[in-house]
């Protein structure tokens, strides 16, 4: 079968979706012929950049021949700024909101739209973001039942829930919880509000207050924020066997967000046997349960979230206990078993 994905612009740094996106035409490519799409002029865009000269920009700096993801299956990688170059094909699946105005203007056989998250954080697309949920002839594919809640309840088309899957052989327990350094947090770390970071980083002051020798490790893709406090260590960009490393050297993981689809980092901090010390995001919600493979506060909270986290620094036994609890449900969220259960889905 020849399936096309569509995504937005290529980026150089691990995305969470892409990565998604990625190990699903990945694993398709065994037994179909798989081209992923990069438009670089999606529909509502405020960008008045010419799509030509965006297609070059990308073309030039090579942003499509990126390091972060390594295919073992022949995927074709494209860059598109007419769709006309969308070749035809038989499986048309869409990734993002604004992907889904595209495939369903294009023609396949079948028209799938991977939903991975919530895209309502500016406001104003609000209506068009939901008028996605809808448009005729697209099958929707959520990736969490808090997803499959929000779409069909704004009347969105009815939703298939296809969870996440981690790559279990990669992100395991190198150290048990026990091991590692006494007092460990570690925080992935993105600028935009939604992920809640600056209510991470206040959450965490309070706790320093009452606990003054915590160790706190924040990760991200950009280059070292400029609101971080000088005794919070910075790593950007980690590879991924860094990144396992870091999992694995912190006792405790701290997930901020307001809102999350899934919560990819949640469940491989779980998948490396952290305690996880969360906001009720609403994706993490199928494998993060409070007070049993996790501790979840309101989003917003910094407060709650620092008891949360004091806790677990308070109470070593109740760590360990949530941590392997985490780790043991975790293991329900495989790579394989998710991408099969893909693929029957669009094989209908």
Known sequence: MKIVFILPRPYPHVVGGYKVVYDYANYLARNHDVTIYHVVNMPFSRSKRPSLLKYIYFKLSGSIHFDWYKFSNPVQMKLCHDLRQIEPCECLIATAWGTAYIAHRLRARKKFYLIQGYEIWGGEDCENVFNSYRLEGMTNIVISTFLKEKVETVGGNPCVVVHNGLDLKNFFIRHLNHERM???????????????????????????????????????????????????????????????????????????????????????????????????????????????????????????????????????????????????????????????????????
């Open 182 to 348: 006494p007092n460990s947090i570690l925080m992935m770390y993105n600028r935009q509000f939604e992920k809640g970071a600056q209510d991470g980083i206040e959450a965490l002051v309070l706790v320093r207050e009452q606990i003054p020798d915590i160790k706190v490790t924040f990760f991200g893709v950009e280059s070292f924020p400029q609101n971080l406090p000088s005794w919070i260590r910075y790593v950007c960009n980690p590879k991924r066997e860094v990144l396992v490393e870091l999992y694995n050297q912190n006792s405790i993981f701290v997930n901020a967000s307001h809102t999350e689809g899934f919560g990819l980092s949640i469940a491989e901090a779980m998948a490396c046997g952290c305690a996880v010390v969360a906001t009720d995001s609403g994706g993490c919600r199928d494998f993060a349960i409070h007070n049993e493979t996790a501790l979840l506060s309101p989003p917003q909270d910094p407060k709650q979230l620092a008891c949360h986290i004091i806790m677990f620094l308070r109470d070593s036994a109740y760590k360990e206990k949530i941590a392997s609890n985490g780790y043991e449900k975790i293991q329900e969220f495989e790579i394989e078993k998710a991408c099969s259960a893909f693929e029957k889905c669009i094989l209908g």
